[in-house]
């Protein structure tokens, strides 16, 4: 092997050494100090680490991946009940506020939820002071943000953000106009479009989550 050749291969084995690295760093970040995003996490991640090589960055799956993987190893107790509380309210919500249309989405259901996390909605009107009168009518206090969604590469659109906790759990619920009941905003983690269940949905995961405990101990 020619000596050019034998650097080249070394370097690119370094480069993906460092991704794993940083991946699995910015993966004990986001689950011991909440962070959520997933870009602040890896820059935070290498540079704790001292990886200045942008090409040694992770992809968010990466960081996903590595995420579940951490808390399968030091969270196994912790984290599947913190989700399931999250699912718990999250259907309890989506009853609420069945008028909206609520839809789960983010980390409660793609089972990455921890302590940490919020129970993410999106709801759906063509009027978003509608969904804000109604919470505030139940006597829940808000706060209320802004939220950039990319439905493709060449559209992002600006939404209203509404959150609040209850029992102790944080909710953010995002508000949509109708149509967008259709199509799904893309996913900061694949770049396709986001997931999203409705109550039928959370309800069949725990359940499949209570077959999974009754086998284990069986």
Same mark, same amino acid.
């Given at each position: 092997? $020619?000596?050019?050749?034998?650097?080249?291969?070394?370097?690119? %084995?370094?480069?993906?050494?460092? !991704?794993?690295?940083?991946?699995?760093?910015? $993966?004990?970040? #986001?689950?011991?100090?909440?962070?959520?995003?997933?870009?602040?996490?890896?820059?935070?991640?290498?540079?704790?680490?001292?990886?200045?090589? $942008?090409?040694?960055?992770? !992809?968010?799956? &990466?960081?996903? %991946?590595?995420?579940? &993987?951490?808390? !399968?190893?030091?969270?196994?107790?912790?984290?599947?009940? /913190?989700?399931?509380? @999250?699912?718990?309210?999250?259907?309890?919500? #989506? !009853?609420?506020?069945? *008028?909206? %249309?609520?839809?789960?989405? *983010?980390?409660?259901?793609?089972?990455?939820?921890?302590?940490?996390?919020?129970?993410?909605?999106?709801?759906?009107? +063509?009027?978003?002071?509608?969904?804000?009168?109604?919470?505030?009518?139940? *006597? =829940?206090?808000?706060?209320?943000?802004?939220?950039?969604?990319?439905?493709?590469? /060449?559209?992002?659109?600006?939404?209203?953000?509404?959150?609040?906790?209850?029992?102790?759990?944080?909710? +953010? =619920?995002?508000?949509?106009?109708?149509?967008?009941?259709?199509?799904?905003?893309?996913? @900061?983690?694949?770049?396709?479009?986001?997931?999203?269940?409705?109550?039928?949905?959370?309800?069949?995961?725990?359940?499949?989550? %209570?077959?999974? &405990?009754?086998?284990?101990?069986?």
């Amino acid at each position: 092997m $020619a000596r050019g050749e034998h650097h080249r291969i070394h370097a690119q %084995d370094r480069t993906q050494r460092n !991704r794993v690295l940083v991946a699995q760093e910015a $993966a004990r970040l #986001m689950s011991e100090h909440g962070i959520r995003d997933f870009h602040h996490a890896k820059l935070k991640a290498a540079e704790r680490l001292g990886i200045l090589d $942008a090409q040694a960055l992770p !992809r968010n799956n &990466e960081i996903e %991946d590595a995420l579940r &993987e951490h808390q !399968r190893l030091f969270q196994a107790d912790s984290q599947p009940h /913190a989700l399931r509380l @999250r699912r718990e309210a999250a259907i309890e919500a #989506m !009853r609420f506020m069945r *008028g909206f %249309d609520a839809r789960l989405v *983010g980390a409660v259901l793609e089972g990455t939820a921890d302590e940490h996390s919020a129970v993410c909605l999106h709801v759906f009107s +063509d009027d978003p002071e509608a969904v804000t009168l109604f919470l505030r009518e139940q *006597g =829940i206090p808000l706060e209320t943000q802004s939220r950039r969604l990319r439905w493709s590469n /060449a559209e992002q659109t600006e939404h209203p953000v509404l959150l609040f906790g209850a029992d102790g759990i944080p909710f +953010d =619920i995002t508000v949509l106009p109708i149509d967008a009941m259709r199509q799904a905003p893309l996913d @900061r983690v694949d770049e396709r479009p986001m997931r999203r269940a409705t109550i039928a949905m959370v309800q069949s995961l725990l359940t499949d989550e %209570d077959l999974n &405990e009754f086998n284990k101990a069986r």
